[in-house]
């Protein structure tokens, strides 16, 4: 236990630590996102999809917990990691000199905090549903609760899918930079692996925002709408 808290405290740990959570946060990013595409499929197919993750019972709340836990973890050891920077001004990020600062490792901090709130605020609205208690009775044909009627519903509203387009800008700003930064710490960035990486981190992050934008976009343009309701 001594060792785990010796190799927290130190400044690789904490990179390590950051590095791990975000391999489990992009890998989540990745799968929601290939899942909420699934609304294109129709009411059918999403609300299918959306009742298999139910039914996995205390094995969806067990990844939650994961998900939470790696969040926290997360953005708690990139915030001490920033203070360390700015004490001691060490290598940032695990990144070394190879990498040039842009705008994406600037705002890592500010993205990241931007990105808390509106975690906060996309459980309220969709998980428990505080937000529109009223979707807690919605059901489709077959009995279900109708996730795509409330997907659309809750784009609809233009503030709403504002900030939500916002913070998918600022999420795939911060995976365009923290995914090079925690190849980089896991040894994946080679100095011949380190100019592809350079390359083929903004794409990802452009096709990962692309895709989550699509969906708001769809609605507000009525291309997505809503049945039954």
């Not at 990241?112 to 489709?140: K, S």
């Amino acid at each position: 236990m001594k060792a785990l808290i010796s190799f927290y405290q130190s400044s690789i740990g904490k990179k390590w630590i950051v590095a791990l959570t975000g391999v489990i946060l992009v890998g989540f990013i990745v799968g929601h996102l290939l899942g909420n595409l699934q609304v294109f499929l129709g009411q059918e197919t999403l609300n299918a999809y959306a009742e298999s993750l139910q039914n996995l019972g205390k094995l969806l709340w067990a990844a939650r917990i994961v998900l939470l836990v790696s969040f926290v973890v997360h953005i708690v050891t990139t915030i001490l990691l920033a203070i360390e920077n700015r004490a001691a001004r060490p290598e940032k990020y695990a990144v070394n000199a190879t990498v040039n600062p842009n705008v994406a490792a600037k705002t890592m901090l500010l993205s990241g905090l931007t990105l808390i709130a509106f975690v906060i605020f996309h459980l309220l609205h969709f998980t428990t549903r505080n937000i529109y208690p009223e979707w807690q009775t919605w059901r489709d044909a077959l009995g279900r609760p109708d996730v795509y009627n409330m997907m659309i519903a809750g784009f609809q509203n233009p503030i709403v899918s504002a900030f939500y387009i916002v913070a998918m800008f600022l999420l795939c700003l911060h995976l365009s930079h923290g995914i090079q930064s925690f190849l980089q710490t896991l040894g994946g960035r080679t100095r011949k692996l380190a100019q592809p990486i350079s390359k083929a981190s903004p794409i990802l992050a452009g096709l990962i925002f692309a895709g989550y934008v699509s969906i708001p976009v769809a609605v507000l343009l009525n291309i997505l709408q809503p049945i039954g309701h």
